[in-house]
């Protein structure tokens, strides 16, 4: 009798499951199983804009009314896509555009002539972003922050300001004419080049200066993402008079400026505000460990060595890296080899080494071919999986001995390493490893990078990073002239991979297109604070801290909606196998509502009301907080309290991956119960109406207790 008990009860339960199922229908999204249509996230966004209002440039007046109707025209929503299998996720930003104009352009001008350094090789004033983003920075917490959050919702300043007042201003090295004030914005002293007209600030901002350049610089030998006069719209085209062949209207018009403005909102917010996200799951652990692993095949120099030109500035590593992980504790281990000593990654590195070569145009008009090596990433890191190498498959892998003791063994026994708050004895429970391998190689080839392109390549689990002693050629341009890097600086490589691989965090040049089912680049916001590309400055800016966090939240929902689909798609297959409707006589469907669930909460006799009622009422009650907890989530995502969003999020999670191993216990249970029982039915009515006979029969519970 007790085994009959138990049995209905199980099955009552998945009935109970499918006639949920049955009511909400199937769906692909967790929001459609709550009556939801999806998840909206608010997302304010202001449009701050400083010489718009008849006081800047030309005396340019934006009116704003016609930019909001613009935006909200263009971008109302927006679904973020995981760039690693360009799927979209659970999730839909809601636009909120508040545009202003701020009064302090004069201020700016001011800051901007007292800023200015004459480069005469170049012929133009360079501006360094240092010297006046914290202007911007006390625009933002004067005018867009609140009390709950100081450092204020996104925003994009705007700047027009007036070249003839700027001239004015200037103490020294004046030009002839304001024609001839050209003026680009860089995070670089040292480098003679061009530099860009917007970048991005250290807050929850970005600035745009449409005066300035124009800028020129991208990637070589690509058909999109490069930055160029086009770019940015230019008062002065639209201002000159009728027959100059430019990029606007001649002043028939304004509306190209307002269309180019809000182009490049929506770039911005796509590109830095609201990103991708780089992996579909990202590992969450209360505690994370760095091993920073240098590798080199000499013994030149030591990275680890504060006084060396060559070193690793771990100070600022681990500053960044308390900014931007505040989930939890994160402890740094770093540790040198000599390359030699580990034949498997010797091996590895040597399987990796790729040779390309092209045509390239010399002054006399002749093709010359170059060879150039490179590193394949995702080869290497194969390999050094594959490889019996405690530095590279054991970290790769997780270690099946203690952790403690496994990094007494890798790390701290070595002499020169160094640790930042991790002893031998520690507690290592739920600790998640992310290696950073530094391959420091001389004598490799004077333009060694790796995947062609980069110094640096990023995973779900480990970074690897290129160091040598030889100024690299890369792919990209300013201006007129190629860029080179100082390959021995390894730090903002390290911390730009290890953004990535914490949070999912897409670098600001990449955007999943869905109009073209790719990812594009788009490399406006190359400069600023951030670690990414070769005119970043190695500070991180609050967006992307912002993102690293926010990025475990959504993939967290994204996983529990995987998870609860799952288990709706396997209680649908059951119920299509085994259930029926017991009023009707007819197979269960996935109609939106059905009269069953109806008949169990009204409560009619020939339903057992009792137990019926308080399953479902339980399940209701379950499905509310459940509710209630992805509005919670989508409220403080909004609000930035990203810390208690992550909590919730992680409790939602946890909820759907036991719903799903619950579901999958008792239908296996089930099935297994049901292969023994065989009824047969009549066409006829009375007790036969609630059985139905398919592959195999499923004893309502009411029969069972016979």
């Not at 659970?90 to 001008?109: G, P």
């Not at 001011?110 to 006046?132: C, G, M, R, W």
């Not at 290890?498 to 406006?524: Q, W």
């Amino acid at each position: 009798m007790n085994n009959k008990v138990s049995l209905s009860l199980t099955l009552l339960v998945i009935v109970l499951f499918t006639l949920f199922h049955t009511i909400y229908g199937s769906s692909t999204h967790i929001a459609s199983t709550l009556n939801v249509n999806t998840t909206y996230i608010p997302v304010k966004i202001n449009l701050a804009f400083l010489g718009f209002n008849d006081d800047g440039a030309y005396r340019f007046k934006l009116d704003k009314h016609t930019l909001s109707l613009l935006l909200s025209t263009m971008l109302p929503t927006h679904t973020p896509h995981v760039i690693q299998t360009g799927k979209p996720i659970d999730v839909k930003y809601e636009y909120i555009y508040k545009i202003q104009h701020l009064n302090e352009i004069s201020i700016y001008e001011e800051l901007l002539a007292k800023s200015t350094n004459y480069q005469p090789s170049l012929n133009h004033y360079l501006v360094k972003i240092f010297d006046v983003d914290s202007f911007f920075g006390t625009l933002q917490q004067k005018h867009f922050s609140s009390q709950s959050y100081d450092m204020g919702d996104y925003t994009i300043f705007f700047v027009s300001p007036d070249k003839e007042r700027i001239v004015s201003r200037m103490l020294v090295a004046q030009p002839r004419k304001k024609e001839d004030f050209k003026y680009f914005y860089t995070g670089h002293t040292t480098r003679e080049l061009e530099g860009a007209q917007s970048w991005i600030g250290k807050g929850r901002y970005v600035v745009i200066d449409i005066m300035s350049g124009p800028a020129h610089y991208g990637k070589v030998d690509t058909d999109e993402g490069a930055i160029s006069r086009d770019s940015f719209p230019r008062l002065l085209e639209y201002y000159l008079p009728q027959g100059y062949q430019g990029t606007a209207l001649q002043g028939s018009s304004a509306i190209e400026i307002y269309t180019h403005l809000a182009t490049i909102t929506i770039e911005t917010i796509k590109h830095v505000f609201t990103t991708d996200i780089m992996y579909e799951t990202i590992p969450h652990a209360e505690k994370i460990l760095v091993p920073i692993v240098v590798l080199r095949n000499h013994q030149l120099f030591n990275p680890w060595k504060t006084d060396s030109e060559y070193a690793i500035d771990l100070g600022l590593i681990r500053s960044e890296v308390r900014k931007l992980y505040p989930l939890g504790t994160i402890s740094i281990v770093s540790a040198i080899h000599n390359i030699h000593d580990h034949p498997h990654i010797s091996m590895a590195v040597a399987k990796s080494l790729k040779t390309e070569s092209n045509y390239e145009l010399q002054e006399n008009g002749k093709y010359n071919i170059r060879v150039r090596s490179y590193l394949d990433s995702q080869s290497l890191v194969q390999f050094m999986r594959e490889g019996n190498d405690i530095l590279a498959k054991g970290l790769l892998d997780s270690p099946t001995e203690p952790l403690s003791t496994y990094l007494q063994k890798t790390f701290l026994k070595t002499v020169s390493s160094k640790t930042d708050d991790v002893g031998v004895g520690a507690p290592t429970k739920g600790t998640r490893i992310i290696p950073i391998y530094v391959f420091s190689m001389i004598g490799m080839g004077k333009d060694l990078l790796i995947d062609k392109h980069n110094l640096m390549a990023s995973f779900e689990d480990t970074v690897i990073v290129l160091q040598s002693n030889e100024t690299v050629d890369v792919p990209y341009f300013v201006g007129d002239s190629l860029v080179s890097l100082d390959s021995k600086f390894s730090t903002p490589y390290i911390l730009s991979g290890l953004t990535t691989a914490l949070g999912g965090v897409v670098p600001p040049y990449m955007h999943f297109s869905d109009i073209h089912n790719r990812v594009i680049e788009n490399h406006m916001f190359d400069f600023g604070y951030h670690s990414w590309g070769n005119f970043a400055f190695g500070e991180t800016s609050q967006v992307f801290i912002d993102a690293v966090v926010r990025n475990n939240v959504l993939t967290r929902l994204n996983s529990a909606t995987i998870m609860i689909q799952a288990s709706l798609e396997q209680i649908d297959e059951f119920s299509h196998q085994y259930l029926l409707d017991p009023i009707s006589g007819n197979k269960i469907n996935n109609s939106p509502k059905t009269d069953i669930f109806d008949l169990l909460v009204e409560g009619e006799e020939n339903v057992n009301l009792q137990m019926a009622e308080s399953t479902v009422t339980k399940l209701r009650q379950d499905l509310r907080k459940l509710e209630k907890q992805l509005v919670q989530v989508t409220t403080q995502l909004s609000s930035y309290q990203f810390q208690a969003a992550h909590r919730i999020s992680a409790s939602v999670e946890f909820g759907a991956s036991k719903l799903f191993e619950y579901v999958s216990q008792e239908i296996s249970h089930s099935r297994l119960q049901l292969m023994c029982c065989i009824i047969a039915t009549s066409t006829e009515g009375g007790i036969s109406n609630w059985l139905h006979t398919e592959k195999s029969i499923f004893i309502v519970f009411e029969i069972a207790l016979i």
